[in-house]
């Protein structure tokens, strides 16, 4: 089961980025107000993951680590009928076969908390601590016993920046939340979590990007989308400006992007990407269950359809008239 579990590991973790992506989305899941990532090294030495979430049970924290291990559903459903993130529980194991951790949780009705060693998927030890409520999980050496999968890994700089990233979309998906990432000892990022959107926005891109936004709120027949598109003067030559969320996750859609861009690119004219930061709901329905075990990349089974209508709500919002 270690070389299965290692395998497993291969399709959640790819690089620190793909660890920091499941601990924040476990920590939105324990309902986290505020959320702590720091890294040093590009993560591949250190990250720490801090919430101040509902924490892990004593008794259930050996089984979180066990594939398969989901407290969040029983049976295999559709990812986007699930009220959680994750579902699928098999970060952590994964995560765990990768690395070494150090996991630090209490539920609020304890007075001690524990703190839980795991090498390689090996517990090492697991004892009563003191602590604040909430989870904090360390991951040192990412791939130490893995040395061909680290080979792949870019610099430390180039980890960090795709972290940085992740973590300013992850402060966009969840603006109720209030985010820090904390890279080798220097503050990078810190949103009030305030559930203001274009708060979130000022506070990750400042206001020469908020003042130039045109708001979103357009109730289609499939989807209803809000949020915010950049004016032409916040044209990229690239996709790191252009944020979407569907259903509330951090996840890419060939045909939302495709969408967003073509219709963009009839207003600007020049093939340009934009600022966007969307907050797309959808019903459940019409995505499909096939998906990766990153959650990375979502398909429809009405393509044409959701299509048209992104593509129509934000040519109408760009022509400032209605649907
Ligand atoms: P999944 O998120 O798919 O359930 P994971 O492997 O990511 O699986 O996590 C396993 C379990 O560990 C979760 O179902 C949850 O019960 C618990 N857990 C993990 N991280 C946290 C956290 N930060 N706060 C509270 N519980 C957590
Ligand atoms: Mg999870």
Redesign the pocket.
Known sequence: SDTINKIAAGEVVERPSSVIK??V???I??K?SAITIEIKEGGIAMMR?T?N????DRD?IK???VRH?????ETAMDLMTVG????????????ASVSQIELI?KVHRELLGVRYCIDGGEEKSCDDIGCPD??T?IVRNLFYNTPARRKFLKTAATEAAYINDLAGRLALSHPDVSFKFINNNQNRLHTSGNGNLRDIIYQIYGRDVTGQLLEVDVQGKLCHVTGFIGKPILSRGNRSWENYFINGRYIKSNIITKAIEDAYKTFVMIHKYPFTVFHIEVDPALIDVNVHPRKMELRFNQNEAVYQEIYDIIRAVLEHREL
Request: a negative charge; zero cysteines; aromatic letters at 6%.
């Open positions: 499941e601990l989305e476990n920590a899941d324990a986290a993951v919430d979430g509902g924490g892990i259930d089984t979180a680590f291990a989901t407290s969040k559903i959680s993130l994750g579902f699928r529980g098999e970060a952590l194991s994964s995560i949780t909430g989870t999980i």
